[in-house]
């Protein structure tokens, strides 16, 4: 791993007023062990504002926030857009809402219309989003969480960052799991590619999107989400630093996700599943889940919980949604003996934690990092998988011990120099 060659004495002596935005519950949880060793260790000058999605989902972070970093989460729209402002944006979300329209002509027209509408509504507020920025200090650093670039306020932020020489950087989101770059599978049609482009950019306003300035991400991640149907025309890769994921880290999980939860781990003899949906638009075969979980349900001495996908929910469970829990990732995963998991990244958090991971090849079409590394259970049948529960076996520990070094601390030896490396990578002078 090649460390970035900074001078470390420097930063140590440099204060930052730091803003840093958070969307929702999977930002959040990555940005809070960044904020944690920005304030605590650093002694940095931190304000966290919030937007759009932090909820009753985010009850456990914002909890942390206040109690242990002794910080609020200020409301953005609340603290800096006006009457105006606000009206626009309700404007905007009856825009969002689905219109139902029979005849194709008419449809393109709404579309356009809305589309048009919205993009006013947001123009009208973005005076105010120029302001704020505009109001900031001149060692400010601005950082919120990648894959918002063409989003409202985020557009808008990295367009008057850049013009005010205000460093805007993007945190990990999330760890992008699959080998494959095609996960949803788009299609583009080469001889019409010129038409939609123009259609998008002229009529729809969706022009290339401006780049934060610097991404700092987990590992392998430059020739895999920055190359996906996820984030197509990408090619500011030197834009891209990889470091590694501390919300997955034994420290950061043993530090905030086990907080609350329950030492009593055994209440029965039972074997403890846990089921993590995944979001159906990466190619869920939601027949096979279904079915599968109609089986572990039938399989005598099994416990099951399924957790719900944090933005798509559980609208592929059908009747299985009674067995949905509530409780969060965490408080599942320190109660479970195994977990079932295709295509998210709270795998991570589970082999840090011990957990026997099976992986349903058959559920989708993608290929994972966690594939072909022996330090999962991979089946390719229903049948395979109850065979597999009922005589399980142990996984190499030498193996998942060079896999979480390399995906989790991004090759470095501690915690505290995954951290440092998050740090120096945010207080860089470079843009």
């Known amino acids: 791993m090649e460390i970035m060659n900074y001078s470390k004495a420097s930063y140590q002596m440099s ?17 809070l062990p960044i904020l944690d060793y920005l304030i605590k260790e650093k002694l940095q000058n931190v304000t966290i504002l919030s937007h759009l999605y932090v909820n009753d989902k985010c009850k456990k972070h914002i909890a942390y926030v206040k109690k242990e970093l002794n910080k609020d989460v200020i409301d ?31 449809c393109i027209f709404f579309d356009l219309l809305k589309t048009n509408l919205r993009r006013l509504c947001h123009i009208v507020v973005s005076i105010s989003v120029r302001k704020f920025i505009k109001s900031l200090p001149n060692n400010t650093i601005i950082l919120a969480d990648f894959g918002t670039e063409k989003q409202f306020p985020y557009k808008y ?24 770059i095609d996960p949803i599978g788009v299609k583009t049609i080469e001889n019409r590619k010129w038409l939609v482009n123009f259609i998008n950019k002229y009529l729809f306003g969706r022009g290339n999107r401006k780049h934060y300035d610097r991404y700092l991400v987990g590992p392998n991640q430059k020739d895999k989400y920055f190359c996906s149907d996820l984030y197509r025309n990408f090619t500011e890769v030197s834009r891209v630093v990889e470091i590694g994921g501390p919300r997955f880290t034994l420290e ?21 599943v846990a089921l993590f949906v995944s979001n159906t638009k990466f190619g869920v075969n939601t027949k096979y889940l279904n079915s ?22 559980a609208t592929s469970l059908g009747s299985n949604v009674s067995f949905v829990t509530k409780e969060n990732s965490s408080e599942v995963i320190h109660w479970a003996d195994v977990g079932i998991v295709y295509g998210t990244s709270i795998i991570f958090e589970m082999l840090v934690k011990g957990v026997t991971v099976i992986i349903p090849k058959f ?53 505290k120099e995954l951290m440092d490396e998050f740090y120096f990578n945010i207080l860089s002078e470079s843009k």
């Open 292 to 313: 599968m979980i109609n089986q572990l349900v039938a399989t005598s001495g099994v416990d099951l919980k399924i957790v719900p996908h944090t933005r798509s929910g």
């Open 76 to 106: 953005f729209n609340s603290m800096y857009l006006s009457s105006v402002d606000k009206m626009l944006l309700r404007v905007v979300e009856v825009l969002n809402k689905d219109f139902h329209c029979k005849f194709g002509f008419l």
């Open 15 to 31: 204060l930052k007023n730091i803003v840093v935005f958070v969307r929702g519950h999977n930002d959040f949880d990555h940005v």
């Open 157 to 180: 932020l990295i367009k008057y960052s850049n013009f005010f020489d205000i460093p805007i950087i993007a945190y990990l989101h999330g760890f992008y799991v699959f080998d494959n």
């Open 252 to 272: 950061w999980v043993n530090k905030f996700s086990n907080i609350n939860t329950c030492n009593e781990k055994k209440i029965s003899d039972n074997l403890k």
């Open 363 to 415: 559920i989708d079409n993608n290929v994972t990092v966690f594939e072909g590394k022996n330090i999962c259970i991979e089946v390719d049948s229903i049948n395979d998988l109850i065979d597999c529960i009922h005589n399980l076996k142990p996984i190499n520990n030498r193996f998942l011990d060079i896999f979480i070094k390399e995906y989790v601390y991004g090759g470095f030896d501690t915690y």
